[in-house]
T-cell receptor, first 114, second 115 residues
């Protein structure tokens, strides 16, 4: 079945460091890929998405490129801030033309220290 | 534009009781999905409602049931509560229009504690 595997956390970085959170997926067909972020005590917010191979999603300095050949969607940011501290979830939606459920990874907790 | 709202924010129940959680979808959206997020885990898909009908279900027992109303708001009902049902319940709305999926937008969640 469809699944998402993402880098185990927690990840601790200093402010202005480079961030990479790895995400790989298994899916039949051509899924859409997402990164969601969850701040403490809150629900999920969409960070970025990509709907086809080689698409790059970007938002708030974060980027991820849909790599079909490596079935990956790694999240990157060149310079993290303390306010980026949160849990990051990689997810996919298999395009089946019907129920479009999201399949999530387990999440990666990021802490950025000043 | 009003976002996705959920009520209540927190809820405490005891084993064997029943609970109803509510969700109002974002304006213009016709689909509501429910997810269960256990502590330290990613959300797990419970089911989805489209045009008042169940449109897909995850690996959850029948005591998890739902409704969608003509205004696209939704309820999640859980009967015979178990300790393992303690979790954050997330509702997400989206627009299903016969093509590639639109983004799902999440509410803040309802934290359910079962004692």
């Amino acid at each position: 079945g469809d699944s998402v595997t993402q880098m185990e956390g927690p990840v601790t970085l200093s402010e202005e460091a480079f961030l990479t959170i790895n995400c790989t997926y298994t899916a039949t067909g051509y899924p859409s890929l997402f990164w969601y972020v969850q701040y403490p005590g809150e629900g999920l917010q969409l960070l970025l998405k990509a709907t086809k191979a080689d698409d790059k999603g970007s938002n708030k300095g974060f980027e991820a490129t849909y790599r079909k050949e490596t079935t990956s969607f790694h999240l990157e940011k060149g310079s993290v801030q303390v306010s980026d501290s949160a849990v990051y979830f990689c997810a996919l939606t298999p395009y089946q033309g019907g129920s479009e459920k999201l399949v999530f990874g387990k999440g990666t907790k990021l802490t950025v220290n000043p | 534009e009003t976002g996705v709202t959920q009520s209540p924010t927190h809820l405490i129940k005891t084993r064997g009781q029943q609970v109803t959680l509510r969700c109002s979808s974002q304006s213009g959206h016709n689909t509501v999905s429910w997810y269960q997020q256990a502590l330290g885990q990613g959300p797990q898909f419970i089911f989805q409602y489209y045009r008042e009908e169940e449109n897909g279900r995850g690996n959850f027992p029948p005591r998890f049931s739902g409704l969608q109303f003509p205004n696209y708001s939704s309820e999640l009902n859980v009967n015979a509560l178990e300790l393992d049902d303690s979790a954050l319940y997330l509702c997400a709305s989206s627009l299903l229009a016969g093509g590639p999926v639109d983004t799902q937008y999440f509410g803040p969640g309802t934290r359910l504690t079962v004692l």
